[in-house]
T-cell receptor, first 114, second 115 residues
Framework: KNEVEQSPQNLTAQEGEFITINCSYS?????LHWLQQHPGGGIVSLFMLSSGKKKHGRLIATINIQEKHSSLHITASHPRDSAVYICAVSPSLNYGGSQGNLIFGKGTKLSVKP | NAGVTQTPKFRVLKTGQSMTLLCAQD?????MYWYRQDPGMGLRLIHYSVGEGTTAKGEVPDGYNVSRLKKQNFLLGLESAAPSQTSVYFC??????????????FGQGTRLTVV
């Protein structure tokens, strides 16, 4: 059983659409991370959050600790948003998080068509 | 402004050859990690280090060794490469922080093919 599940696995949108990517996890966490990976590229951290909501430009990330669920929203999507979006969690200390490792979802591949 | 730098970016090895991947970070981070990324799977932890001179096994350590002689460098070695080690390898670093809620920084990745 995967400890971090993302949905959908693949997502195609038209430019300008509002996009939501979901992440559910089954362990206690100290933080949740949203990461972005462009084709053939490295991995960039978009957000790290442990409660509530964060916004950066057209990207919004929310987390519900009680429900163990997070969402990444992209408003007014653009072709340059096409990438793989990865959800990862930092397990809390009583879930083996003492080494600072992250547990990753499999990623959501987003393609935004012009 | 380098962050985390991995070398090389691409490599093709023959089965049985050895190589070392280098990860260097200039942020004075204590924690460093090596992950592999395979199609249809999330990143999986190979080895990690919580400080200079210390290393530990992760989820998929077999066939790999690591060393962290200097705080800024974390080396991943393949002693005898196998086709199953064909993958994209990522290095990451984090600084220690309360409850480990610190941002992770990743390198650009190394695409390794073993033929």
């Amino acid at each position: 059983k995967n400890e971090v599940e993302q949905s959908p696995q693949n997502l195609t949108a038209q430019e300008g659409e509002f996009i939501t990517i979901n992440c559910s996890y089954s362990v206690g966490i100290s933080a949740l991370h949203w990461l972005q990976q462009h084709p053939g590229g490295g991995i960039v951290s978009l957000f790290m959050l442990s409660s509530g909501k964060k916004k950066h430009g057209r990207l919004i990330a929310t987390i519900n600790i009680q429900e163990k669920h997070s969402s990444l929203h992209i408003t007014a999507s653009h072709p340059r948003d096409s990438a793989v979006y990865i959800c990862a969690v930092s397990p809390s200390l009583n879930y083996g998080g003492s080494q600072g490792n992250l547990i990753f979802g499999k990623g959501t591949k987003l393609s935004v068509k012009p | 402004n380098a962050g985390v730098t991995q070398t090389p970016k691409f490599r093709v090895l023959k089965t049985g050859q050895s190589m070392t991947l280098l990860c260097a970070q200039d942020m004075n981070h204590e924690y460093m990690y090596w992950y592999r990324q395979d199609p249809g799977m999330g990143l999986r932890l190979i080895h990690y280090s919580v400080g200079e001179g210390t290393t530990a096994k992760g989820e998929v350590p077999d066939g790999y060794n690591v060393s962290r002689l200097k705080k800024q460098n974390f080396l991943l070695g393949l002693e005898s490469a196998a086709p199953s080690q064909t993958s994209v390898y990522f290095c990451a670093s984090r600084k220690t922080g309360t409850l480990l809620n610190t941002e992770a920084f990743f390198g650009q990745g190394t695409r390794l093919t073993v033929v």
